[in-house]
Every structure is written in structure tokens, then in C-alpha cells.
């Protein structure tokens, strides 16, 4: 079967993309103490041996002797020293190593995290951007780094490592060579003081380095390095073949549990082993902006989880979690979804059906896996609970509350007065409650309106009245039922309230979502799409925006889209925040406020992307320990890639006109150079004929000849003329240098003028010129003017016969000049009238050898249309042709 050509041309670009970058090797291991620094500098001596330039970035040789012999002989370059609480830090210095750039630079501890004030938070990011910078990296990692894997690791070893890195860091790698011991030999070294010093040995021994952790340890990774190997061989083995239709879709929700990091990492190495799409659900409810400080942290961070393996990151709205997951199965063809599950007892008033069971009978065709976490404890739900139910009491709100007790008890006694039931009376207590739900924000303060509701009626309106007394005995049973009511019907309010204002929210973000898309659809130039853009973002989310294209890789003058009016501008767009943007311009990553790199900075940057290229950076604005969401940061990313896509457009258009432009030029230089062979060689030719003649035979030819030849040079030579300014006419008004200096003119002087330069011929041909008024004064540039003139004059003696009539009549109307040149010729078919002004278009029979380059006429039509005038042809009566030309007139001024 033959080749795709797109993949063919896609995977060429990709290999071009790639080389470009430069290469990682990782040195991977099980545990510490394996060897992986050691057999990287072993690497790098071999390097050097053959010819490379290589370099130490970092080296952590733990005071290992052998280790530090090895690094004699190999440059090192100097540690960037950072203070961190009174403590002198080294860290790997990541300008010096881009400033140097080696071939091959050694930088230890891929999973480091590096000193606060360091650009990037993670050492991995800095070995990216040594890698997009060309420089080959040799680093090394342990199995128990590896985010995916974290879960599994800590299981087996009861130890959590907080230093990570994504996978993809791992499958980023150009080679990856495992440094493999027997656990056995890996102890004997631990204990002989190889690996950690003697105290720190003995630690070791009693907790990870036992030999049932370090097989399961080395079993992993040797796992992890042949799914490596095997995703390697699929890609040789079909090189231009794309992915399998996908049949497996895994899902995921996303939540504040903590143990949603553990269902996170299943379902992405799920998704890698079934090669399937990962999806993670965040189900938003009204309740989303009551959760506590604790619990938004960790929801974000389940949210850069999830996108940091490989996640897309979805998000729907509604109170009924269960349905909304349901409903977002059925209709994006998930097949499996992982959810966890905590160790907590159901609560008395639970629900006897389990969030599994539920799922199941609304989707029965979707597999469902429960992943048990056992860390969970009540206590840590009892607290949540109750951060979740503190409230703060406002003066405002309760002062509303109260008054509207007193406006229910009021009517109440009007109602006792007129001798209403008591259920009229309930009633109206129950409205007031309704109403404590809607004008109030809290959820207790309709539980509480409840309360005092019943309170209220039975003291002041049930025997014995005034005393919270019943002498009834059914009364206990109404004053329940009517707490009941109450308490329902305000619970329900507060929840109507809380969905209509998500409703809101929803509809608002959507609203200015689209408003966007049609806003920049419509607009063309590059400074209105930022000027939207710039606008739609602030609408959103009213913060202060700045925004900067790029032009010739550097970014231009930033625009700035304020908040708040009275804001100082300068700490947005100083030299430390234009650094930032100009990093994010040139790598291609997000960057700033609430991410890993640079975040010192005051605004969030992100960059304007296209397929082609980058156009520019966005920057926003984020207060200090405000947590960008990853919904918000969607949100931008969808309006900033939108921009992306229209200045991408706005470019291609640019370019293909550019593009067609020059095109439609070398298609006029063509035709120029064709017709100029052609049609110069008859006038040439002549002339050096008729020149060597009298050269040769001067003294032979009599006066009557001679005079014939210098006749016939005389006029090929005007031909030549006369066609070198047509050609340099066209060629200023085809790259629009033609200026034009208009200034009012007489107009017969400039017809007497222009009929001096006609062609000689004119004499066998009767030309005359008829004006009225010899004062008729018209706006133009005189020069060009009068090469309509010759063109035309010279078109109509050229194509009719000798004797032919040629008037030139000029007349004034609606303020325009009218000049008519009329022949009495064979008249023009209409057929040449529609292809008559097109360039290159020459017709009819003339009796003269040469027939020009069909550019005359063109001319004179750019010409008259650039003065704001209009050149038409029409028949003559009875015969011939009448070409006419309007200019705009100017009137004349007499002066005594």
C-alpha cells in the first residue's frame, strides 16, 4: 500500500522539529547507591575520548571517592550559591550552562527541587530548557521518582517520596540505561559506609533497604524500562502509522479527597497500558465555593496532577455528582472510570445505595474500578465537615432575618385579630423563612429562621399564649411539622439560589466565550484582534491584562488592559516582568505568577500559539497567594489560543497576499520580458538596418533616400521611446511608487502640448481640436495627463486608415472636465471593448509592422483612475470609435 504523503511530510517535520532539540540520557536505577552517578561519568570519559565537548553542571558525589576520581579530568562548571534560611545552598547554574553550551553537559538528581528564587522550581525544567537549547543532557533518576509510579512505591515501602518528575520526562528520553545491582550486593555496600554515612546506615537498613523492598524496587523499574523498549519498537515498527482508533476511554473525577492523587495516577497508567484517552471529570456544585483553604489547595493540586500525566481537564456543572458523571460518560464513550473510596462508615441518615451502585443503574455499560484507600480517617472528614459548616455571622444579614420575623409575626397578630386559622399563621412563618433564604447568603440563617419561627408561634399565639407552653396535645406534633416545612423549604431555597447563580456564572463565562469567537472573527488588522482580545480577557476576569506581539523575534511595546484605573502600571511592565514574557516568547511555556517557573513574577504569562509559530504573550495579572484555578486557567487558555488561531489566519492572509503579489509581479515580468523580445527586435532591427546602410552606401545614396532612412530611424526610435515610458509607467504604478503632484492646468495647453509628441504619421491623418472655452482649468498632473493624450491619439491614428478624422473635444459638467478623442475609423467590436484597459491585450489588424505591447490603453485607464476620473470607449455615429476621459474640474478665478 503506498504512503500516506501527509505523514511522510508530518513525520519529516517532526525529525526536523527534533533535531533541533537536544538529546537526554538517562542513568535510571532502583535505589540509591546503585551506581547511576558513577556509570554517567564513566559515560562522559568516553565522551570525551571521542571528541566531545562535555562539561559538569551538577554532580552530588555524596563524598564517595570513587565517584570523585571520576570527575578529574572533565570541566566543571561553577554551582550558583543561593541563601535559603541563614543556609548557602549550591544549586545547578542554568544561565551558565546556556551561556557555555557544551555539547554534552552532566547535571545529577533529575528530581531535585531547586532553591526558592531559582527560576524554575524543579531541576527537570531546567534540563528542558537546555534540551530545547541544543545541549545534550546526561542526568540520572530512581524508579520511585516517577509520578505514575509514586502510589505503587509508597505501598511497598511505607515511605511517600515528595520529589517527582512526569513521565513524560522519562519517555522524553533519547536513551535510558539501567544501572542494575543485586539487592544483596546493594546492602553489602550500604553497610560498608558506601552509600549513606554509619548512623544514617543503620535508619536505612530497618526501613527501605530491606531486600523485599529493594526486588520489588528493582522489579518495577526493570517493568518501567520495558514498556519503554516496547513503545520504542511500535514506533520503528510503524513509523507513519498514527495511533489505533481509540476504543478504551478511562475517567476520572476530580476532587479535593486526598486520595484522588492515588486515583489519578491508576487511571494514567491505565490509559498508557490500554493506549487509551484519559479523561478528568470535575463535577462544579453550588456548593464549590464554600470548601476551606485546605481543601482548594489540594483540589488544585489533583488538578496539575491530572493534566501533568497526560489528563484533558473537563468540567461540568450540577449538584447531582452521580448523574452529571453519568450523563458526561454516555455521551463522550467512556468506557472504564476509576473512582476511590474512603474508609468511613455511612451515616445514619446515609443513603443505603453506594456512589458505585448508582453510577452502575444510571450507565450499566461502563466498567467501573474502586480504587480503597485505607489512609482516610474519620477524623479527617469530621473536620472537614466542620469547616464546612463555620460560618460567619453578618450584623447585616442577621438585622434582615430579624426584621422579617417581626413583619411574619405582625401579620400573624393581624391575622389572630381577624380570627385566621392557625394554619394561615404557620403559613406565613413558612413564607418568612422562604424569604430569610433568598435575601440571605448563608445556609444558617434560614435553619435558624426556622427555629425562632416555632419558637415564636407557640409563644405568642397557642394556649396558654405567651409562654412557650401547650395545653394541646397535638401541638408538639405541629409545631415539628412545622419546623419540618420550614427547614426543607429554605434548605431548598438556598439550594434553587445557589443553582441559579452558578446558572449565572455558566452562562456569563459561555456568553463572553463566544463573544470573543465572534468579536475576533470580525476584525482584520493585528492591533484590533489585540485590543479585543485584551478587553474579552479583562470582561472575564477583571484582572489587569498586558499583552505583547512579536515582530522579528522580539516582542514589541506592550498593550495594557487596567482593572483598576488608579493602579501603578510600572510593576507590570518593568524590566524583570518584560524578562519573563520574553522567556515565555522564546520557550514556549507558561510562566510567572502561581506556576513552577519564574514565579516571582507579578502576572501569570502565557503565549499566543499557532501552528506556525508564536505570535506574541499574554500576561495577567495575579495577587500575591491567589491560586489561579485550572478552570480559570483553561478559560485563558481557550480565549488566548483563539487569538492564536485568528492572528495565525491574519498572517497566512498576509502572506498569501504577499505572496500573490509577487506572483502577479513575476507573472508581469514575464510577459514584459516575452512581449520586449518580440516585439523591440522589428524597431531594432530597422534601425541597425537603415544605420549600416549609410554607414556602408552614405556617399552612393542620394539626398531623397537618405531622407527616407532617417525618417524611418526617426520613428522606430519614437516607437522605443514612447513604449520605455509606457513600461516605466507601469512599472511605478504596479509597486506603487507613482506619485501623483496634481495642480490645476489648463487643459487645451495641455492637449497643444501632448499633440507635439504624437506620432508622425499624424500628418496623413486630419486632427483637430474643438473648444469652446479655452479657459476650461481641470485638476491633474500634467506629465501623465498628457500621455493619455499620446496614447490615445497615437491608438487611434495607428488603427485607421490614412485621410481618418481625429477631433479632440473638450466640455465641462457637474464639475468635471469631459475630454473625447473621436475617430471615424473601423470602430472597435465588443468584444475588444471588454478586454480593451487589460494589460497586455492588443486586437485588430493595423497596417503598421509593430503592434505594441497592449499596455497603452491600461495605462491611461490607472492613470485617469488615479486622478479620481473615469476613461470609457463607446461607438461613433456612423463609424469609429470615441474614447473619453472625466476629470475633476477646477474653476476659474478672474482677476482685475
Same mark, same amino acid.
Given at each position: 500500500?503506498?504512503?500516506?504523503?501527509?505523514?511522510?511530510?508530518?513525520?519529516?517535520?517532526?525529525?526536523?522539529?527534533?533535531?533541533?532539540?537536544?538529546?537526554?540520557?538517562?542513568?535510571?536505577?532502583?535505589?540509591?547507591?546503585?551506581?547511576?552517578?558513577?556509570?554517567?561519568?564513566?559515560?562522559?570519559?568516553?565522551?570525551?575520548?571521542?571528541?566531545?565537548?562535555?562539561?559538569?553542571?551538577?554532580?552530588?558525589?555524596?563524598?564517595?571517592?570513587?565517584?570523585?576520581?571520576?570527575?578529574?579530568?572533565?570541566?566543571?562548571?561553577?554551582?550558583?550559591?543561593?541563601?535559603?534560611?541563614?543556609?548557602?545552598?549550591?544549586?545547578?547554574?542554568?544561565?551558565?550552562?546556556?551561556?557555555?553550551?557544551?555539547?554534552?553537559?552532566?547535571?545529577?538528581?533529575?528530581?531535585?527541587?531547586?532553591?526558592?528564587?531559582?527560576?524554575?522550581?524543579?531541576?527537570?525544567?531546567?534540563?528542558?530548557?537546555?534540551?530545547?537549547?541544543?545541549?545534550?543532557?546526561?542526568?540520572?533518576?530512581?524508579?520511585?521518582?516517577?509520578?505514575?509510579?509514586?502510589?505503587?512505591?509508597?505501598?511497598?515501602?511505607?515511605?511517600?517520596?515528595?520529589?517527582?518528575?512526569?513521565?513524560?520526562?522519562?519517555?522524553?528520553?533519547?536513551?535510558?540505561?539501567?544501572?542494575?545491582?543485586?539487592?544483596?550486593?546493594?546492602?553489602?555496600?550500604?553497610?560498608?559506609?558506601?552509600?549513606?554515612?554509619?548512623?544514617?546506615?543503620?535508619?536505612?537498613?530497618?526501613?527501605?533497604?530491606?531486600?523485599?523492598?529493594?526486588?520489588?524496587?528493582?522489579?518495577?523499574?526493570?517493568?518501567?524500562?520495558?514498556?519503554?523498549?516496547?513503545?520504542?519498537?511500535?514506533?520503528?515498527?510503524?513509523?507513519?502509522?498514527?495511533?489505533?482508533?481509540?476504543?478504551?476511554?478511562?475517567?476520572?473525577?476530580?476532587?479535593?479527597?486526598?486520595?484522588?492523587?492515588?486515583?489519578?495516577?491508576?487511571?494514567?497508567?491505565?490509559?498508557?497500558?490500554?493506549?487509551?484517552?484519559?479523561?478528568?471529570?470535575?463535577?462544579?456544585?453550588?456548593?464549590?465555593?464554600?470548601?476551606?483553604?485546605?481543601?482548594?489547595?489540594?483540589?488544585?493540586?489533583?488538578?496539575?496532577?491530572?493534566?501533568?500525566?497526560?489528563?484533558?481537564?473537563?468540567?461540568?456543572?450540577?449538584?447531582?455528582?452521580?448523574?452529571?458523571?453519568?450523563?458526561?460518560?454516555?455521551?463522550?464513550?467512556?468506557?472504564?472510570?476509576?473512582?476511590?473510596?474512603?474508609?468511613?462508615?455511612?451515616?445514619?441518615?446515609?443513603?443505603?445505595?453506594?456512589?458505585?451502585?448508582?453510577?452502575?443503574?444510571?450507565?450499566?455499560?461502563?466498567?467501573?474500578?474502586?480504587?480503597?484507600?485505607?489512609?482516610?480517617?474519620?477524623?479527617?472528614?469530621?473536620?472537614?465537615?466542620?469547616?464546612?459548616?463555620?460560618?460567619?455571622?453578618?450584623?447585616?444579614?442577621?438585622?434582615?432575618?430579624?426584621?422579617?420575623?417581626?413583619?411574619?409575626?405582625?401579620?400573624?397578630?393581624?391575622?389572630?385579630?381577624?380570627?385566621?386559622?392557625?394554619?394561615?399563621?404557620?403559613?406565613?412563618?413558612?413564607?418568612?423563612?422562604?424569604?430569610?433564604?433568598?435575601?440571605?447568603?448563608?445556609?444558617?440563617?434560614?435553619?435558624?429562621?426556622?427555629?425562632?419561627?416555632?419558637?415564636?408561634?407557640?409563644?405568642?399565639?397557642?394556649?396558654?399564649?405567651?409562654?412557650?407552653?401547650?395545653?394541646?396535645?397535638?401541638?408538639?406534633?405541629?409545631?415539628?411539622?412545622?419546623?419540618?416545612?420550614?427547614?426543607?423549604?429554605?434548605?431548598?431555597?438556598?439550594?434553587?439560589?445557589?443553582?441559579?447563580?452558578?446558572?449565572?456564572?455558566?452562562?456569563?463565562?459561555?456568553?463572553?466565550?463566544?463573544?470573543?469567537?465572534?468579536?475576533?472573527?470580525?476584525?482584520?488588522?493585528?492591533?484590533?484582534?489585540?485590543?479585543?482580545?485584551?478587553?474579552?480577557?479583562?470582561?472575564?476576569?477583571?484582572?489587569?491584562?498586558?499583552?505583547?506581539?512579536?515582530?522579528?523575534?522580539?516582542?514589541?511595546?506592550?498593550?495594557?488592559?487596567?482593572?483598576?484605573?488608579?493602579?501603578?502600571?510600572?510593576?507590570?511592565?518593568?524590566?524583570?516582568?518584560?524578562?519573563?514574557?520574553?522567556?515565555?516568547?522564546?520557550?514556549?511555556?507558561?510562566?510567572?505568577?502561581?506556576?513552577?517557573?519564574?514565579?516571582?513574577?507579578?502576572?501569570?504569562?502565557?503565549?499566543?500559539?499557532?501552528?506556525?509559530?508564536?505570535?506574541?504573550?499574554?500576561?495577567?495579572?495575579?495577587?500575591?497567594?491567589?491560586?489561579?484555578?485550572?478552570?480559570?486557567?483553561? *478559560? +485563558?487558555?481557550?480565549?488566548?489560543? !483563539?487569538? @492564536?488561531?485568528?492572528?495565525? &489566519?491574519?498572517?497566512? =492572509?498576509?502572506?498569501? %497576499?504577499?505572496?500573490?503579489?509577487?506572483?502577479?509581479?513575476?507573472?508581469?515580468?514575464?510577459?514584459?520580458?516575452?512581449?520586449?523580445?518580440?516585439?523591440?527586435?522589428?524597431?531594432?532591427?530597422?534601425?541597425?538596418?537603415?544605420?549600416?546602410?549609410?554607414?556602408?552606401?552614405?556617399?552612393?545614396?542620394?539626398?531623397?533616400?537618405?531622407?527616407?532612412?532617417?525618417?524611418?530611424?526617426?520613428?522606430?526610435?519614437?516607437?522605443?521611446?514612447?513604449?520605455?515610458?509606457? *513600461? +516605466?509607467?507601469?512599472?511605478?504604478? !504596479?509597486? @506603487?511608487?507613482?506619485?501623483? &503632484?496634481?495642480?490645476? =492646468?489648463?487643459?487645451? %495647453?495641455?492637449?497643444?502640448?501632448?499633440?507635439?509628441?504624437?506620432?508622425?504619421?499624424?500628418?496623413?491623418?486630419?486632427?483637430?481640436?474643438?473648444?469652446?472655452?479655452?479657459?476650461?482649468?481641470?485638476?491633474?498632473?500634467?506629465?501623465?495627463?498628457?500621455?493619455?493624450?499620446?496614447?490615445?491619439?497615437?491608438?487611434?491614428?495607428?488603427?485607421?486608415?490614412?485621410?481618418?478624422?481625429?477631433?479632440?473635444?473638450?466640455?465641462?459638467?457637474?464639475?468635471?472636465?469631459?475630454?473625447?478623442?473621436?475617430?471615424?475609423?473601423?470602430?472597435?467590436?465588443?468584444?475588444?471593448?471588454?478586454?480593451?484597459?487589460?494589460?497586455?491585450?492588443?486586437?485588430?489588424?493595423?497596417?503598421?509592422?509593430?503592434?505594441?505591447?497592449?499596455?497603452?490603453?491600461?495605462?491611461?485607464?490607472?492613470?485617469?483612475?488615479?486622478?479620481?476620473?473615469?476613461?470609457?470607449?463607446?461607438?461613433?455615429?456612423?463609424?469609429?470609435?470615441?474614447?473619453?476621459?472625466?476629470?475633476?474640474?477646477?474653476?476659474?478665478?478672474?482677476?482685475?
Amino acid at each position: 500500500m503506498r504512503p500516506d504523503p501527509n505523514k511522510i511530510l508530518e513525520k519529516i517535520k517532526t525529525e526536523n522539529i527534533n533535531n533541533n532539540y537536544g538529546k537526554l540520557k538517562i542513568f535510571f536505577g532502583y535505589a540509591a547507591g546503585v551506581g547511576k552517578t558513577y556509570s554517567m561519568l564513566e559515560a562522559a570519559h568516553k565522551a570525551i575520548d571521542n571528541g566531545k565537548d562535555v562539561i559538569i553542571g551538577y554532580i552530588e558525589h555524596h563524598a564517595r571517592p570513587e565517584t570523585m576520581a571520576l570527575t578529574n579530568g572533565i570541566e566543571h562548571l561553577d554551582n550558583k550559591e543561593t541563601k535559603y534560611n541563614g543556609i548557602v545552598l549550591k544549586e545547578f547554574d542554568l544561565d551558565a550552562a546556556l551561556k557555555r553550551n557544551p555539547e554534552i553537559i552532566l547535571v545529577d538528581e533529575l528530581a531535585h527541587t531547586n532553591a526558592e528564587g531559582s527560576r524554575h522550581v524543579k531541576r527537570y525544567q531546567d534540563i528542558e530548557e537546555l534540551l530545547k537549547a541544543g545541549i545534550n543532557v546526561y542526568t540520572t533518576v530512581n524508579v520511585q521518582h516517577i509520578e505514575s509510579l509514586n502510589d505503587i512505591v509508597a505501598s511497598i515501602t511505607g515511605v511517600e517520596v515528595r520529589e517527582r518528575i512526569p513521565d513524560r520526562i522519562f519517555d522524553l528520553a533519547y536513551q535510558v540505561e539501567l544501572v542494575d545491582i543485586e539487592p544483596a550486593d546493594l546492602i553489602d555496600r550500604l553497610n560498608k559506609g558506601k552509600i549513606y554515612r554509619e548512623d544514617r546506615a543503620v535508619t536505612a537498613l530497618d526501613n527501605f533497604f530491606t531486600v523485599d523492598n529493594l526486588t520489588a524496587l528493582r522489579e518495577i523499574a526493570l517493568r518501567r524500562c520495558a514498556d519503554r523498549v516496547n513503545k520504542i519498537s511500535e514506533k520503528i515498527k510503524n513509523p507513519l502509522k498514527k495511533a489505533s482508533p481509540v476504543n478504551e476511554h478511562i475517567l476520572i473525577c476530580l476532587s479535593s479527597s486526598p486520595s484522588n492523587k492515588k486515583v489519578i495516577r491508576t487511571a494514567a497508567r491505565m490509559a498508557d497500558a490500554f493506549k487509551g484517552t484519559f479523561t478528568a471529570l470535575y463535577v462544579e456544585t453550588s456548593e464549590a465555593k464554600e470548601i476551606n483553604k485546605e481543601d482548594e489547595k489540594r483540589l488544585n493540586e489533583n488538578f496539575k496532577l491530572a493534566e501533568q500525566l497526560g489528563a484533558n481537564i473537563t468540567t461540568v456543572y450540577g449538584d447531582d455528582i452521580v448523574f452529571q458523571i453519568a450523563e458526561f460518560a454516555r455521551l463522550s464513550n467512556v468506557s472504564k472510570i476509576i473512582i476511590g473510596r474512603s474508609g468511613n462508615k455511612k451515616g445514619f441518615f446515609s443513603s443505603n445505595t453506594s456512589f458505585a451502585n448508582r453510577l452502575s443503574s444510571i450507565y450499566p455499560n461502563l466498567d467501573i474500578y474502586i480504587i480503597p484507600d485505607s489512609d482516610i480517617k474519620s477524623k479527617r472528614n469530621v473536620k472537614n465537615i466542620i469547616d464546612k459548616n463555620q460560618v460567619n455571622i453578618s450584623f447585616i444579614d442577621s438585622f434582615k432575618s430579624i426584621i422579617i420575623l417581626l413583619l411574619c409575626t405582625l401579620l400573624g397578630f393581624i391575622f389572630y385579630t381577624l380570627g385566621f386559622s392557625e394554619a394561615n399563621i404557620i403559613t406565613v412563618y413558612i413564607l418568612g423563612v422562604l424569604g430569610t433564604a433568598v435575601i440571605t447568603p448563608k445556609k444558617i440563617y434560614p435553619i435558624v429562621s426556622s427555629f425562632f419561627s416555632v419558637l415564636i408561634f407557640n409563644f405568642f399565639f397557642t394556649v396558654p399564649r405567651f409562654t412557650l407552653d401547650a395545653y394541646d396535645k397535638g401541638y408538639p406534633v405541629t409545631f415539628l411539622i412545622m419546623f419540618i416545612a420550614a427547614f426543607v423549604t429554605g434548605t431548598l431555597t438556598s439550594r434553587i439560589k445557589e443553582q441559579a447563580k452558578q446558572s449565572v456564572r455558566v452562562a456569563y463565562r459561555t456568553t463572553v466565550l463566544l463573544e470573543t469567537n465572534q468579536k475576533l472573527q470580525q476584525v482584520k488588522s493585528k492591533e484590533e484582534i489585540i485590543e479585543e482580545t485584551g478587553k474579552q480577557i479583562l470582561k472575564l476576569f477583571d484582572k489587569t491584562t498586558i499583552i505583547y506581539l512579536s515582530l522579528y523575534d522580539r516582542l514589541l511595546e506592550p498593550q495594557i488592559f487596567m482593572a483598576d484605573k488608579n493602579e501603578d502600571i510600572r510593576e507590570y511592565i518593568n524590566a524583570n516582568e518584560q524578562a519573563v514574557a520574553l522567556w515565555v516568547y522564546k520557550n514556549n511555556k507558561h510562566a510567572g505568577a502561581s506556576t513552577n517557573t519564574l514565579n516571582g513574577a507579578k502576572c501569570y504569562y502565557l503565549s499566543i500559539r499557532g501552528k506556525e509559530g508564536i505570535y506574541g504573550v499574554v500576561g495577567v495579572k495575579i495577587d500575591k497567594n491567589e491560586e489561579f484555578s485550572m478552570f480559570d486557567r483553561s *478559560l +485563558l487558555i481557550s480565549m488566548v489560543n !483563539e487569538c @492564536g488561531a485568528i492572528l495565525e &489566519n491574519n498572517y497566512l =492572509e498576509e502572506k498569501n %497576499e504577499k505572496a500573490l503579489l509577487e506572483a502577479k509581479q513575476e507573472k508581469l515580468r514575464a510577459n514584459l520580458l516575452r512581449s520586449i523580445s518580440h516585439d523591440l527586435r522589428t524597431p531594432l532591427t530597422s534601425i541597425s538596418g537603415n544605420a549600416s546602410v549609410l554607414l556602408k552606401d552614405f556617399d552612393s545614396l542620394d539626398n531623397n533616400k537618405k531622407h527616407e532612412l532617417y525618417e524611418d530611424m526617426y520613428d522606430d526610435s519614437m516607437w522605443l521611446i514612447n513604449l520605455v515610458e509606457n *513600461l +516605466l509607467s507601469v512599472t511605478r504604478i !504596479e509597486d @506603487g511608487s507613482m506619485n501623483l &503632484n496634481i495642480e490645476p =492646468e489648463l487643459l487645451s %495647453e495641455v492637449i497643444g502640448e501632448a499633440l507635439k509628441h504624437i506620432n508622425r504619421k499624424s500628418v496623413e491623418h486630419n486632427i483637430k481640436v474643438e473648444n469652446n472655452d479655452e479657459l476650461i482649468m481641470a485638476k491633474m498632473d500634467s506629465r501623465l495627463i498628457m500621455q493619455v493624450i499620446i496614447n490615445i491619439v497615437d491608438n487611434a491614428i495607428k488603427y485607421t486608415p490614412e485621410g481618418s478624422d481625429i477631433t479632440i473635444k473638450v466640455n465641462k459638467k457637474n464639475g468635471y472636465v469631459y475630454t473625447s478623442i473621436i475617430d471615424n475609423g473601423k470602430g472597435i467590436s465588443d468584444e475588444g471593448k471588454k478586454n480593451l484597459f487589460k494589460m497586455f491585450y492588443t486586437g485588430g489588424n493595423i497596417a503598421d509592422s509593430r503592434r505594441g505591447l497592449g499596455l497603452g490603453l491600461y495605462l491611461c485607464k490607472t492613470i485617469v483612475n488615479a486622478h479620481g476620473g473615469e476613461l470609457m470607449v463607446k461607438d461613433n455615429t456612423p463609424k469609429g470609435t470615441i474614447f473619453t476621459f472625466s476629470l475633476k474640474a477646477q474653476e476659474v478665478t478672474l482677476h482685475e
